[in-house]
């Protein structure tokens, strides 16, 4: 195949510079040409594409999610110019394959690509971050429950699986607790940013060059004067193309996962409560706390999906995938495969079919748990217990959750929803993390 000569290239909205190309032997089709020949609505005889998009997906995923799963592994999402991937097998294959497909940084989604640079898998960040949970995550639990003791009620998602990773960064960062209200309102803007909502990406563009001047003198300081928190750490990164700036510690911070600690926490005791015979389960033997998180993960996790783009023309699924395909690895379909998991609707806390998986068949103690965790990213490359490194962010948040659930057994007595509780599980708008934004409960004190 030739470029044709004398024709402007044509850049698609994945990035992708088109060209067109003929045979040397005669006249023929780009794939990509191939690739837009399929007729729309050819293979949506049991869905309507709409069903992807609407208020009924939003609060509610799983209907649909099980009819692609079904019936449309690789389906072809003509509104959003995207392919769903929906069984575990097909998602954790995209999501390990790095030969032929990538993910893109959220500075690429808010395209600003050149903002600043990700410091957060460098050595000295992963140390700070691992002491920070490590220090403060007890206390932070123990200071929400007693602010919950006098009254005997305490809303599990807003004042705590919300409240406890926000606090557990603002301390990480050593931040003036007078500051902590504005970070977290200004940090939740960033995080929201990088989706397709235009004013959404427009606070979030705000909110990162307000978090940028507020970080300049602080990261000033600390490299004048370090101390034992993850600005210092920051401050104290070397790189070829010069030191780090206030910059690269708003993509560091951008970058990093805020979802899973925060939607899994909420999702797990929403599933607890909702469960009391699963409760009772983790009541008589507490080491179920661990079973209970990975149970919580793979049944309603709060990341719904990730997306990969091909890197090249690649074929798969029966598909001829085109250079820059927008490939929606469904974390929330693959969960829930019956090829995988016996009884995949169900919440079990102590199914026999839940063990540390790896893509690809492999079992590894650090790896993927039997459900994808997306927000936490791919399995760690390094051994279970790392001799010259901290432990992984899959394993600090595994450990978090397993303390302070463990608190709230021991101390909040015979925990149970309020008679007038209605809580459900719910994205606040489409592509946003799905979980459970009011969950009051009441325990005797």
Known sequence: MSTVKGEPPTVGKNGVQIKRKVSLGGQGYRTYEIYQRQRVGESTAKLNPGQLTNAEFINDPYPALSLLRDNYPCYRDWRANAFWISRYDDV??????DANFESRSKCWFYGVENYGRDLGQQLTVLNAQAQAYQS???QIMQDIINRAM?????????????HLPIELLARSLQLPVQDYAFFARTYWQLQQGYQWEPQAQNNGLMAMKTLTEYFRPLLSQRLKN???DLISAIASVE????????????????ESDHETLHGGLANMWYLLLNHPEQLQLLHATPRLIKQAWFESLRHSPAVLAAKRFSRHEVERFGQL??????????AAAANRDPEIFTDAELFLVGRKDLCQREPRGMYRADGLPAGITLGLGKPTKYPAIPEDRPISLYALTRNAVVEVSSMILEQLTNLRLTNTADPSLRSLRLGDMRTC???PAEFDN
């Open 92 to 97: 954790t294959s995209i999501f390990v394959d």
């Open 136 to 138: 403060h995550v007890p």
């Open 150 to 162: 006098p009254s005997g009620n305490i809303n599990l998602a807003t004042e705590f699986a919300a």
């Open 226 to 228: 370090p101390s034992n």
């Open 239 to 254: 790189l070829e193309d010069g030191p780090a700036t206030a910059e690269d510690l708003v993509i560091t911070l951008l």
């Open 321 to 330: 995938l085109p250079e820059g395909a927008m490939m929606i690895c469904s």
């Open 437 to 439: 934004w009011d969950l």
